[in-house]
């Protein structure tokens, strides 16, 4: 595998009829949004997550820390990102796939989710770790400066209501 396993891992998903979603860093940027990374992340089904982890590690890959929802994996050359795949239910990846988008990230053709389901996801990981509020408000806030066009505020607030913590809208309104 490349020191980028984007062009890997979408391939080798491709072959094995997995559907996987970019997120993080490298999906913000497709989106408008220039973030440094040092890993890459994906979502998929969690019904997906064995036959994906078995071809991440059949690229030397190894997993170095798991959740219910959440797993990492390393590779042992030090030059080459780790990869996170966040894990959702069957529906919600549906839902997600549906609304999502095509990128071209670097040779892969992958998809991305929609703004709105990016902020989603964002103010979840925020509710569910509270440590995570200031890097995610901030890709938020970039992302809806770059796409001011994505989300009416009343979305905007409802997307806040159903996914985020409480309060988290009145500080995006501050910051944007």
């Known amino acids: 595998m490349p020191k980028d396993p984007i062009d890997s891992l979408a391939a080798l998903a491709s072959e ?7 997120i993080g860093a490298h999906a913000l940027q497709e989106l408008g949004v220039a973030r440094q990374t040092f890993d890459l992340d994906l979502l998929i089904a969690e019904t997906d997550k ?5 071809l991440i590690e059949s690229e ?8 219910e929802n959440f797993q990492r994996f390393s ?3 030090a ?7 966040l894990f959702v239910d069957p529906s919600t990846f549906e ?14 053709a992958l998809r991305i989710p929609s703004p709105a389901h990016f902020i989603a996801l964002k103010l979840h990981a925020i509710r569910n770790d509270p440590k995570r509020e ?5 890709d938020i806030t970039e992302l809806l ?8 505020p009343e979305e905007l607030e409802e997307i806040c209501r159903a996914h985020g913590p409480q309060g988290v809208y009145s500080k995006l309104k501050v910051l944007l």
């Open 95 to 108: 839902k997600l796939d549906a609304d999502s988008a095509p990128a071209k990230v670097g040779a892969s």
């Open 16 to 22: 094995s009829g997995l559907t996987l979603l970019l």
């Open 50 to 54: 064995d036959a994906l982890a078995t």
């Open 75 to 77: 590779h042992p050359a």
């Open 134 to 138: 200031a890097r995610d408000l901030g």
């Open 79 to 85: 030059e080459r990102m780790d990869v996170d795949v």
């Open 60 to 67: 030397g890959y190894g997993s170095v820390a798991e959740t």
């Open 145 to 152: 400066r770059a796409r001011s066009e994505a989300l009416a």
